[in-house]
C-alpha cells in the first residue's frame, strides 16, 4: 500500500470520526453523512489492523479532539473572514498532516481550512490560514470502548 493510499485512509477514517463526533443536533434529526456506532467501530478497526500496525513501527496519532467551543469557533472565525471579504464561506475542508516530534518521528496531525464558492465547487481560502489546535493522546483513545 502505498503513502497516498494510507494518506487518503486515514483523512477518511479521521472524517468519519469527526462526523461521528457531530452527529447530535438539537432537533435529534441525524444529519447526512451519519454513521452508525457498528460502521464507526468496524472502519477504526479496519484502519488500525491494515495500516497502523503494519505501515508504523512506533505509535503514531490516529485520533484528534476538538472541543465543540473550538469547532463553533473555527466555523465562525471562516463566516466572518468570508463575510469581511464578501465571500460566501460554504464549511471547512480538513487535511492531514505531519510534524517530528521530540524522537525525531513523524507524528499525524489533522487542519482544517475553510471553503468558499468559487470557480470549483468549495474552494479552499488559504490565505485565512489554518486551524490545528486538537489535543491528541498517546497512547490513543479507541472509539471501541472495551
Request: aromatic share 10%; charged share 25%.
Amino acid at each position: 500500500m502505498n503513502t497516498r493510499q494510507i494518506t487518503l485512509i486515514k483523512l477518511v477514517t479521521l472524517l468519519i470520526l469527526i462526523s461521528t463526533l457531530m452527529s447530535c443536533e438539537p432537533k435529534g434529526i441525524k444529519p447526512d453523512g451519519h454513521i452508525s456506532k457498528e460502521i464507526a467501530e468496524e472502519r477504526e478497526q479496519n484502519y488500525v489492523n491494515n495500516i497502523y500496525g503494519k505501515e508504523l513501527n512506533y505509535q503514531d496519532n490516529r485520533e484528534f479532539w476538538f472541543s465543540n467551543e473550538e469547532l463553533q469557533k473555527m466555523i465562525d472565525y471562516a463566516a466572518h473572514v468570508g463575510d469581511s471579504l464578501d465571500l460566501t464561506t460554504t464549511g471547512l475542508r480538513a487535511y492531514l498532516g505531519a510534524q517530528m516530534d521530540e524522537n525525531g518521528n513523524w507524528k499525524t496531525e489533522l487542519f482544517f481550512v475553510p471553503t468558499v464558492e468559487g470557480e470549483d465547487l468549495n474552494d479552499n481560502y488559504n490565505d485565512s490560514g489554518a486551524f490545528n489546535d486538537s489535543q491528541s493522546g498517546m497512547p490513543p483513545i479507541s472509539f471501541i470502548k472495551p
